[in-house]
Structures are given as C-alpha cells and as structure tokens.
C-alpha cells in the first residue's frame, strides 16, 4: 500500500535551470507534506514543507505547490545548482501523529 | 558537533545473531524515532518514543525491541536477525510530536545479516 509516490526515479537538470520534482499521493486525509533532501552515506535533512490548507510554499530557491483536487504535489529549485545533486524525498503525514509515509525518492542530479 | 548519532555505521553480522544499534541526540528533543529503508528505498517508520514513552511500533517483528534509557538515547535490539533485516536503519529525533514538526535524522546504520 504505497500512499505516497515518486514516479520518476531519477532527473538530470543543467545548472540554472529549474528543477521539478513531482509527489503524487492517495490518501486525501494528509495534513501536511515534506521535502526532504538526501545526500550519499547522510541521514534526509529536512526542506520545506507545506500544509495542506495552502497551495503554495516557498523558502528561497525551493518552493513546493500542492495541487489537492489531482493529489499531486511539486517541488521547484530555481535555479539548480550542483549541490543540489541529492535525491529527493517525498513524504505526508497527519495532524495528530509522528508518522512520516516517505515516497521512495526522485535523484537529481544537476551538471554544469 | 553532531545533532544525531547512531552506532555502528556498518554492520554485518550472520544469521540467528542478536546485535543492537544505538543513537544518541544533543538536540534537547523529547521525541525519537527508527526508520528503515530496505532495498527498494522504501522508508519506513518503526517505532516512536516521547519522553521515553512508546508512541507508534508499527508491524514491526517482535525480534525487533526499542529501549529508551533516558530522552537523549533510543537504541534498536534485533533478536534472531534474518536475511530480510538487511536494510539502512535510521534513527531521528523531534521537538514535539505531530506530522508538521521537522524531524532530524542521524547518519544511518548499514545492516547486512549473511
């Protein structure tokens, strides 16, 4: 029962461009979504997030868009950077629990 | 200074051992979570402590057991370990409890049962 899905495995980006990561979900109950990032042999560090009374969050060169009728969420980074290069994890949760339901992650990859 | 720490970093071992992998946070958070991420990248929430307190334990085998001595430490043991428990286990830690709070991951432990 896979509640939170990353379809595309994986994403090359040349740097500057945008980046977009796209989340699809089943469960129309979710509060709130995360981002978070991974790098190799690191635990996921938090990115942004967004609740899920709003359609739109942003935090610097990340913003995410919550699209509730299709569930289907997007990250952006404008503009892509190496560092960037990291996969991307998706996940939702409800209100009044810790539970964390990770999509399997989208890598990208960004080169000069 | 690191936020959260786990030990071993790697881990092979046979099956039918018991081993046991800890973490430590210096964060000051009251709540602790494991995670495990098996080979199809799936990660997964395990169990949950707040303020030492089990909160989730998810369909998790009873060979897995966690301990909370004290709010800065949630240590995972693994009885009988089988060739399935082969996965990156994570441990993490929150400020809080409820799905909006960040929560913050150690570095990961790598198990490999043979």
Known sequence: DQQVKQNSPSLSVQEGRISILNCDYTNSMFDYFLWYKKYPAEGPTFLISISSIKDK????RFTVFLNKSAKHLSLHIVPSQPGD??????????????????GTGTRLQVFP | DTAVSQTPKYLVTQMGND??????QNLGHDTMYWYKQDSKKFLKIMFSYNNKELIINETVPNRFSPKSPDKAHLNLHINSLELGDSAVYFCASSQGSGGY??????????????
């Open chain 2, 101 to 114: 709070v960040e929560q913050y991951f150690g570095p990961g432990t790598r198990l490999t049962v043979t």
């Open chain 1, 57 to 60: 969050n942003e935090d610097g």
């Open chain 2, 19 to 24: 081993k046991s992998i800890k973490c430590e």
């Open chain 1, 85 to 102: 290069s990291a996969v991307y994890f998706c996940a939702a949760s409800r209100i009044n629990t810790d539970k964390l339901i990770f």
